[in-house]
């Protein structure tokens, strides 16, 4: 499609987001996926449906989309526009909020230095970070209670629960020193270990005890430990308060009031170590098939990612959520800030890999719609 085809269409997108649902016309208008690689048909993934899942982007959903699937057979595919005013077509290397998907490098990093002696896995935050959690927290919350989200310790304050409520402070600064200090206040909200809730605030405190036992930046040492020596040359953390998205990169948007609106420059900076990281789909796709090869955390260290705690409907590892989709247990991690929804999953023995990041209008919205829709078919089969 010509640009100046691209453009109306985005024209149209703009308009029938802000007044109704989407207009037939402006599917029927939609680019065609961009052009994508196809696997071996006997092993690879469900490209039919891979395809299908493209459809139509831009849509009411998503204006955007990029979908990298590897393993016994390999696809890629991209739709959709980076920006609804210009109706610039879709970057295959475009950088993305990668959101929480940020955890697998901050359990990936804390295990690196237990393998090292440099953080105690059994350590009580009491011990290593003194004064960091007030006198409520009366039974010992240990590294591996964070890691695994069963440490008791309940989310910090923010500017809202909603991206609505969000917005107007999305230049405003919450400290990773705040959030944790309103979080603790509240108490433990149940004995370590005995449960699993997820939250930010056990990937926030993971990241200040990575820069405690390090003497160095969280930034720095995921730079210099990961991301340098993976060659993940797009991924990177914001400098301080800095709300952009530096290189290649879509626009971001969130329905607030029925209407899209660009939520791309927002300062992250509270999300931290749980949330914070900005990347490709490339690169997450690096990081993943080397992480689960053992390259980046060494093998006793790594069981911690695939050992999910035994309590009462837990889930999640260090770092990692365990999945059944269509009968394949899959680990892996979604991520979502406004305007941005990332996944990165896999089996255990990568015969199938799977990296979206979806420029979703309700990326903190239903996770598992995006999911059904844009991921659930690399699975197939």
């Not at 991301?227 to 993940?232: E, N, Q, S, T, V």
């Not at 093998?299 to 009968?327: C, I, K, W, Y």
């Amino acid at each position: 499609m010509n640009r100046p085809a691209r453009t109306a269409l985005a024209a149209a997108l703009l308009l029938g987001l802000t007044a109704a649902p989407l207009a037939t016309a402006a599917h029927a208008a939609a680019p065609a996926p961009a052009a994508a690689t196809a696997p071996d048909p006997a092993q690879g993934p469900d490209t039919a449906a891979l395809r299908a899942s493209l459809a139509g982007v831009p849509d009411r959903d998503a204006t955007a989309a990029l979908i990298r699937v590897g393993g016994n057979g390999r696809w890629t595919g991209a739709a959709g526009v980076r920006d609804l005013r210009t109706g610039a077509p879709v970057l295959e290397d475009a950088r993305f909020r990668a959101g929480s998907t940020t955890k697998v490098v901050t359990a990936a990093l804390v295990l690196q230095l237990a393998a090292e002696g440099r953080i105690d896995l059994e350590a009580p935050v009491q011990q290593l970070m003194p004064g960091l959690l007030p006198a409520t927290f009366a039974k010992p919350v240990t590294v591996r209670h964070l890691l695994t989200f069963t440490s008791g310790i309940q989310g910090g304050d923010g500017f809202g629960d909603t991206v609505a409520e969000e917005y107007p402070h999305r230049f405003e600064t919450i400290t990773p020193q705040q959030s944790v200090a309103s979080g603790t206040a509240k108490g433990p909200a149940f004995d370590p270990g005995t449960q699993q809730q997820y939250n930010n605030i056990n990937y926030t405190i993971l990241g200040m005890l990575v820069e405690k036992a390090t003497g160095d930046t969280y930034a720095h040492q995921a730079e210099v430990r990961i991301f340098r020596p993976l060659g993940m040359t797009g991924t990177s953390f914001p400098r301080g308060t800095d709300p952009r998205i530096h290189g290649p990169h879509h626009r971001g948007y969130q329905l607030i009031d029925g209407k899209p609106v660009d939520v791309t420059e927002w300062n992250m900076s509270d999300r931290f170590a749980a949330g914070d990281m900005i990347s490709t789909t490339r690169d997450m796709e690096r990081f993943l098939t080397a992480l689960f090869r053992g390259r980046v955390v060494p093998a006793p260290q790594l069981e911690e990612m695939f050992t999910v705690p035994d309590v009462p409907g837990a889930t999640r590892s260090a770092g990692l959520q365990r999945f059944t989709v269509n009968g394949k247990e899959v680990w892996g991690k979604t991520g979502a800030r406004p305007g941005y929804h990332t996944v990165v999953a896999a089996t255990r023995d990568l015969s199938r890999t799977l990296v979206y990041s979806v420029n979703s209008t309700d990326a903190k919205g239903d996770g598992l719609a995006i999911f059904q829709r844009f991921g659930l078919a690399a699975f197939n089969r």
